[in-house]
Nanobody, 123 residues
Framework: QVQLVESGGGLVQAGGSLRLSCVPSGRTLSSYVMGWFRQAPGKEREFLADISWSGGSAFYANYAASVKGRFTISRDNAKNTVYLQLNSLKPEDTAVYYC?????????????WGQGTQVTVSS
């Protein structure tokens, strides 16, 4: 059974930064597309970014327009870890952030999900 464990959330002031981590337990997911999503209170879960790996140093990342330029997704297959760097945070970035993994693409129907990590941005 694969479990994704997120960490790195917390309380930060507007304009600050956080780095979220996601570590799969149970197996290595280097061939999977790894994604990050978030869900704010009263809102639907939304896609933020995903990253795939096709071998060597070939990583491919996609971003939602709302976070492109502020958030950066990366993965370290040697550490079996996916990261999401959050910069220039705004109060509207406050949400629970989730890591997901799927063989083909990161969507709301992704195969594996973490429990989420809370990010709170104060004004």
């Amino acid at each position: 059974q694969v479990q994704l464990v997120e960490s790195g959330g917390g309380l930060v002031q507007a304009g600050g930064s956080l780095r979220l981590s996601c570590v799969p337990s149970g197996r290595t997911l280097s061939s999977y597309v790894m994604g990050w999503f978030r869900q704010a209170p009263g809102k639907e879960r939304e896609f933020l970014a995903d990253i795939s790996w096709s071998g060597g140093s070939a990583f491919y990342a996609n971003y939602a327009a709302s976070v492109k330029g502020r958030f950066t997704i990366s993965r370290d297959n040697a550490k079996n870890t996916v990261y999401l760097q959050l910069n220039s945070l705004k109060p509207e970035d406050t949400a629970v952030y989730y890591c997901a993994a799927d063989r083909t693409r990161a969507t709301l129907k992704s195969t594996y999900w973490g429990q989420g990590t809370q990010v709170t941005v104060s004004s």
